[in-house]
């Protein structure tokens, strides 16, 4: 009887100790279900998060495309994201472009340290026009309310990094080889009798690199007079340089309209400056001529003669003919030549962030873009460029 019972509560004991084990190995691999679910369900939302932020680079390279150069999101960094889109009730994006600047090329502190910056400016602080290479840069900008902000002071600054062969050393000391085409072209404002003045005007010239000329002692051509440094309000770097000679502020050539009273039409002018011609009237001043017009475009053009160059082992002298120029704006604001993007996707507590830049005259993002094919059908995916061999 005794040993019957004994029997029966070992067994007992035995039922409750595997049902133990069993409970906690339930509970453990619940557990391990549970949390593999909530990462499951972590990646799925967090990709929503992602999508979402792509909606926001989309939405604002939709924003830049429909707007003039310079375009900003409330102000840009200033004042912070602009816009709140919500996709469904827990899935949103927000973004904001930052597009405006006083200085051209701008230096981003964000992707470069600011101190190396300032200790290289030939490889920061400017950019290169190769031999024949062409850049139009708008000399104004689009504010939020959408009025256009003109550009009236600003400054080019320019030089070489090559060295001359001793023959045309004379001729470059006397200024006699040009380096640097500049144009500005801009729609004339001034009234006419008629009340139309839409006409398409322009001034330009040919720039020689003043010997001597270096990251910190540019050649010069512009409005804005340099006060030997320039400190960007944006990136808080300090640009330093005094002009190598006097500030270039005049133009030789013009392409304008000029308007007769008596038959109350324009007709074509084309002027070349000669100042050994007592009869021609004085060259058009770029200040006068920003003055008189409005959504002014600046052109630059490498017209460098390769020849002049000293032979170099190992280059050319197509590839040692380079201009280094940088743009200053010290009063107003000039477009980037990088419009950035950010853009952050949320789901419930999950946030994505993605960094977009653009160039003014492209729509697709520089970096961090990808072209692909999604097709379900077994041909496609033997074939997936729908190429036929020939037999």
């Given amino acids: 009887m005794n040993i019957n019972k004994t029997q029966k509560g070992s067994a007992l004991i035995i039922a409750f100790l595997i049902m133990g084990i069993l409970m906690t190995l339930a509970l453990g691999l619940s557990n391990l279900v549970i949390r593999e679910v909530r990462i499951t369900n972590d990646i799925i939302n ?15 390279l939709l924003d830049l495309n429909q707007n003039l150069p310079g375009y900003e999101t409330e102000g840009g960094m200033y004042k912070g994201i602009y816009g709140d889109f919500k ?3 827990d899935l949103t994006f927000e973004y904001s472009i930052e597009n405006r600047t006083h200085t051209y090329p701008y230096v981003d502190t964000e992707i470069i340290n600011k101190e190396i910056a300032q200790d290289s400016p030939k490889q920061y602080q400017y950019n290169v026009l190769d031999l024949s290479e062409s850049i139009s840069v708008p000399l104004f900008t689009v504010g939020e309310d959408g009025d256009i902000l003109e550009i009236k002071n600003f400054r080019i600054e320019f030089f070489i990094d ?4 001793p023959q045309y050393s004379a001729a470059v000391t006397n200024l006699y080889i040009d380096m640097l085409r500049w144009k500005i072209t801009g729609i004339k404002t001034s009234d006419a009798p008629d009340g139309k003045s839409f006409y398409t005007e322009s001034i330009g010239d040919y720039m020689p690199v003043f010997v001597g000329s ?3 002692k540019p050649t010069c051509l512009g409005t804005a007079e340099s006060s030997g440094s320039f400190k960007d309000p944006d990136s808080e770097i300090i640009y330093n340089g005094t002009c190598n000679g006097s500030l270039w502020e005049w133009a030789r050539e013009s392409y304008v309209f000029e308007f007769d009273p008596i038959t ?3 007709t074509t002018q084309s002027k070349i400056w000669d100042p050994l011609d ?3 009237s004085d060259p058009i001043m770029i200040s006068q001529f920003l003055s008189g017009h409005k959504t002014n475009y600046l052109t630059l053009t490498n017209i460098f003669n390769p020849d002049v160059l000293q032979e170099k082992p190992g280059v050319t002298k197509e590839q040692q003919a380079k201009i280094y120029y940088r743009i200053i704006v010290p009063n107003e604001e000039i477009i980037r030549e990088f419009a950035k993007i950010k853009s952050t996707g949320s789901y419930g507590k ?15 993002p520089v970096f961090n873009f990808s072209l692909y094919r999604t097709d379900v059908t077994e041909k496609s995916k033997e074939n997936p460029a729908g190429f036929t061999p020939s037999s």
């Fill in 278 to 280: 007592p009869t021609q």
């Fill in 214 to 216: 270096t990251p910190t």
């Fill in 162 to 165: 090559a060295e001359v062969a």
């Fill in 46 to 60: 967090s990709g929503k998060a992602y999508y979402a932020a792509e909606s926001g680079i989309e939405s604002a």
């Fill in 350 to 364: 999950l946030r994505q962030q993605i960094e977009a830049f653009i160039r003014p005259e492209g729509f697709l």
């Fill in 87 to 89: 996709l469904d009730e």
């Fill in 264 to 266: 109350l039409t324009y």
